[in-house]
T-cell receptor, first 112, second 116 residues
């Protein structure tokens, strides 16, 4: 079952912050975040495993609340290079996960 | 490594024709995934292989679609006969280790297929 991402689109000015949410109706083992620029392949950002850990990648971080079956991606002091579509991929298996179900994506535009 | 390599990058074909998409995964990666991306349905997993063996093909839409992985460095996705609704970007991705569970997936640049 496809996770639900919100918002569908967001427009920011350079330096502003943004939060992208990903929620699932089923128990999750892990959440994966990818960014895709127009006409390019998705690029890996980070994986969060169950346990509620928060990870960071430069000024991009994420949290995973397994009880709520939700993950949030935080973009701090956004840069022009952050523009793109962000996808969360959820894995509902435990121990033998091998595939992801991706959300429909959140289109992020950072303006100068 | 040059990353995951897909060919062709663009393919335009007429309805009813056979289409073959190709993928070379990153050397040493033992999982290979085929995805299809459309505006309507997003990024969908079609099939994945582990050590050249198809594990789950439940995402393959119809019998017109078939995929093979004859060796660790090559996979094909074939559509025969093709239909206009097959138009999409097809991505191949590979990972090392236990599939997607806790490893990064590397995507190829995709093949944009247009069926007219």
């Amino acid at each position: 079952q496809q996770p639900v991402q919100s918002p569908q689109a967001v427009i920011l000015r350079e330096g502003e912050d943004a939060v992208i949410n990903c929620s699932s109706s089923k128990a999750l083992y892990s959440v994966h975040w990818y960014r895709q620029k127009h006409g390019e392949a998705p690029v890996f950002l980070m994986i969060l495993l169950k346990g509620g850990e928060q990870k960071g990648h430069d000024k991009i971080s994420a949290s995973f609340n397994e009880k709520k079956q939700q993950s949030s991606l935080y973009l701090t002091a956004s840069q022009l290079s952050y523009s793109g579509t962000y996808f969360c991929g959820t894995d509902g298996s435990s121990g033998s996960a091998r595939q992801l179900t991706f959300g429909s994506g959140t289109q992020l535009t950072v303006l100068p | 490594d040059a990353g995951v390599i897909q060919s062709p990058r663009h393919e335009v074909t007429e309805m009813g024709q056979e289409v073959t998409l190709r993928c070379k995964p990153i050397s040493g990666h033992d999982y290979l995934f085929w995805y299809r991306q459309t505006m309507m349905r997003g990024l969908e997993l079609l099939i994945y292989f582990n050590n050249n063996v198809p594990i789950d093909d439940s995402g393959m839409p119809e019998d017109r679609f078939s995929a093979k992985m004859p060796n660790a460095s090559f996979s094909t996705l074939k559509i025969q006969p093709s239909e206009p609704r097959d138009s999409a970007v097809y991505f191949c991705a590979s990972t090392q280790g236990r599939g997607h569970m806790n490893t990064e997936a590397f995507f190829g640049q995709g093949t944009r297929l247009t069926v007219v």
